[in-house]
């Protein structure tokens, strides 16, 4: 079982930025996928998340109307394309995956891509 992220880069302030994570090893329709991020020092943070069974999605306050989570489960692959980056959304963003009908929660994560936004 794997998730690899990719797409993170060196971007100025008000571009933009397409994130994807490749699954492996899993049933990847049954499971809600999210992104989060982390800064150095600082506690990891949702970002995003895209329900398995409808696609519904959810939003951090921080992102929302500005970064864009979908999935493709013929690819098995999850993506967040984020615009209108700002400095403050600098971090090593990671991907996650929480198997559908458990509690377990975000049980798979991937090692993170890191996006850095210079101002």
């Known amino acids: 079982v794997q998730l690899v992220e990719s797409g993170g880069g060196l971007v100025q302030a008000g571009g933009s930025l397409r994130l994807s994570c490749a699954a492996s090893?899993?049933?990847?329709?049954?499971?809600?996928m999210a992104w989060f991020r982390q800064t150095p020092g600082k506690e990891r943070e949702f970002v995003a998340r895209?329900?398995?069974?409808?696609?519904?999605?959810d939003y951090a306050d921080s992102v929302k109307g500005r970064f864009t989570i979908s999935r493709d489960n013929a690819e098995n692959t999850v993506y967040l394309q984020m615009n209108s980056l700002n400095p403050e959304d600098t971090a090593v963003y990671y991907c996650?995956?929480?198997?559908?009908?458990?509690?377990?929660?975000?049980?798979?994560w991937g090692q993170g891509t890191q996006a850095t936004v210079s101002s």
């Open positions: 996650a995956a929480a198997p559908s009908g458990t509690s377990q929660g975000y049980n798979i």
């Open positions: 090893g899993l049933t990847f329709s049954r499971y809600t």
């Open positions: 895209i329900f398995w069974l409808d696609g519904t999605t």
